[in-house]
């Protein structure tokens, strides 16, 4: 019988282990911050201190995309192009900074190669 209930919750402590690593990067855009929620983790990015935008892929098996965020002192934050509301924020960028646009964005990207790091936007 103790040996069922050990094996149960080994079992059980497995399914949460994969639960909590398939969970998925999640961002919003509040009060003009970013706000990365991964893993029980929130890393927030203010916007007045933006300096420039990269957004870096991969196209060789797939596409692998990250976006990077980088303030005037050189601090970082990164992004999954797959994170659940990146697209919402990504968008609500062109109305908060400027000469920031989309269309400029999907253009650079049609231009690229495989692989490649395009600068989205930079500050004057």
Known sequence: MIIYLSLG??????????????QPEKVVLEDNEIIKKYKGRSQRFNLSGLNQIN???????GVISVWEFIDVEGHTVKISGDASG???VIASLEAILPKFSL???KNQLKA??????ITVWQKA
């Open 9 to 22: 919750a080994i079992f059980a402590t497995g399914v949460l282990w994969i639960i909590w690593m398939l």
């Open 55 to 61: 957004y870096h892929y991969s196209a060789i098996a």
């Open 86 to 88: 990146i697209n919402s």
């Open 103 to 105: 269309a400029n964005f």
């Open 112 to 117: 690229g190669e495989i692989e490649d790091t």
